[in-house]
Every structure is written in C-alpha cells, then in structure tokens.
C-alpha cells in the first residue's frame, strides 16, 4: 500500500506519475510496489532518461526534461535537494511504520509516498513461537528508525538495527554471531544476499528474488514467518533423532561386542544385534516425520491461532 501526500501546488497523481517513471526502471520491492500503486491508479510511468540507482538510498531520472530524485530523505539531502516543505510529512509517515519516500524534481521537493509493507497476520505469533523456543530475534533494515521501531513494536520485536545499508547488512549478522552465537538471516531481497550468504544459515522467503534463494540454504516455499517456525523445528526433530541413532548404535556395540570377546556372548547373538542395531536406527529415522508433526502440533496453537494475549500484541 502507498500513501501520497503532495506539496503545495502539486497533485497526487502529478507526483506518483513522476515517482513511477523512475521507479519503473528500478528492481527494488519499494519500487515496484510504488508502480504498481500507480499502475491501479491509471496512471502509466513516462519514460525515463539517465536512469542511476544507489543501492539502499534511492534513484535518480530525467522525466520530462526535469531532473528527478526519488528515495530515502538522507540521500535527497545529500544530492542538494530542498526537503523545507516536506519534514512534517516524512515524521508523520515514519511515525505511522510507513518507509518514507520522498520526491524531488529540479531540487525541490514536491511530495513524499508513505509506503506500507503490511504485517502478515501471522508475523506476531511467529516470532513469539521462535522466542519461547529461545531464540533472539533481531530486526536488521534500511529504513529509518522511527520506522522500524513502529513495526517491530507491531510483531514484537525488541532488538532493532535500522538505517542499515545493504552492503553493511553481512556485516551486522558478523556483529550479531559474537553476541549470541550461531546465527540464522531471513530475507527475500536483493539487499539481503549477502546477509543470507554470511549467516550460519540463510533463509530466504518464497517470494524473494533469484539471487536470495540462490544465496540462501534454505529456501521455503510459503511466504510466511511460520515457516521459519517449521524449519527450526525440523531442525530440532532431526538432531533429536541423530542423537537418538547414536546412542542405540552405540549402545548395541558397547554392550554386545565386549560380551562376545569374552565368551559370555554368542558371536551369532552379538552379529544379530549389531544387525539390529541398524534396522533399529533406520525405522527409527523413517519415524522423523512423526516427530516433527508433533512438535509442530505442541506450537501450532500459539502459531496458528494465537491467544487473546498474542493477538493483542499483533
């Protein structure tokens, strides 16, 4: 969703077609989100010249002869642009979760877009399910804080790294390791590739583009914060069964081997349990889905239909 709020003088349409026109050309979430906003409007992008994007900050186009900026208030400042009339807008859009995208043509801005990336209504429940299961959940982004503060109060998040760039994102999950330990990153973007790639275990999201899920070493095919959930408790069920392999296989050999060498065993008795010993650890395997069932039963009251508590905190 995205909410336009002109400046003096100009109207709606006049800046989402603008901001559209830049935007078009560009790959970022935000932006498609802006044209297709734009598309549902009626409103067709123009054709855009000189086309520049700065990963994380915003883009640059010629539309109409007028020179265009487009993106985070930071990186209009940077480029020279007047942002006088538009401070009000952007507090108010970061105070409401909204990322802030503001619009400049020849250096003077004419309007800001509220870009809203809604809250799935499960997200809440989610990341309280990986909470009680121990875990610390961390909120790294680019937006700005007031912004991320806003949405992170929304799921339940407490720790919060924001006005992170893409390329220092690797580096804030290399900060976050020491802290607490092996690491796990959840994305879906472009900006969050090398993240994915330098977390102990990478995440990507069923909707994210080629280069997350390539990135990534686990991909899920639901585009929800549940099946993170899942994955840890696959993760859990699986080493639970590992264990559980090791000490029957172990055990057998233990015992069985040393009472045959000292005669107080049947050789054929010991062979027959080491035998045993793998049948017992194969079926023992074959039972993992009925493990992980179990376990996604044991949480599937708070993840998939919450109490009054966790739907207030949503």
Not at 4 to 26: C, K
Not at 104 to 131: F, M, N
Not at 275 to 295: T, Y
Request: proline share 4%; net charge negative.
């Amino acid at each position: 969703m995205a909410e336009v709020s002109p400046a003096t003088g100009v109207t709606p349409d006049e800046v989402l077609r603008i901001a559209a026109s830049v935007e078009n050309a560009s790959e970022h979430p935000i932006a498609r989100t802006i044209v297709a906003h734009a598309r549902r409007q009626g409103i067709e992008p123009q054709e855009a010249a000189r086309f520049e994007a700065v990963p994380g900050q915003g883009a640059r186009a010629t539309v109409g002869g007028r020179e265009i900026l487009v993106g985070k208030p930071d990186y209009l400042t940077r480029a020279g642009a007047d942002l006088a009339g538009a401070r009000s807008i952007v507090q108010q859009f970061e105070a409401d979760g909204r990322t802030v995208v503001l619009v400049a043509a020849d250096g003077q801005a004419i309007g800001a877009i509220g870009v809203t990336d809604a809250v799935k209504e499960d997200s809440a429940r989610a990341i309280r399910a990986l909470k009680e299961m121990g875990l610390r959940v961390v909120m790294i982004t680019g937006d700005h804080e007031r912004t991320a503060r806003a949405v992170a109060k929304l799921v339940n998040i407490d720790e919060v790294m924001a006005d992170v760039l893409p390329a220092d994102k690797a580096s804030a999950v290399e900060e976050l390791r020491p802290k607490f330990g092996p690491t796990a990153m959840v994305g879906d973007g472009i900006n969050d590739a090398a993240a994915l790639a330098t977390a102990d275990v990478g995440i990507a999201m069923g909707s994210g583009t080629d280069i997350a899920i390539e990135s990534a070493d686990i991909a899920l095919v639901r585009d929800d914060l549940s099946g993170v959930v899942d994955t840890v408790l696959l993760s859990h069920a699986t080493f639970r069964k590992i264990r559980q392999n090791l000490f029957w296989a172990i055990g057998y050999n233990v015992l069985a081997v040393p009472l045959a060498v000292l005669g107080l065993l049947h050789p054929l008795i010991a062979e027959a349990a080491r035998a045993l010993s793998s049948v017992n650890v194969v079926a023992n395997s074959l039972r993992l889905e009925a493990s992980f069932e179990r376990d996604v039963r044991r949480n599937g009251s708070r993840l998939h239909h919450g109490d009054t508590e966790s739907t207030e905190t949503h």
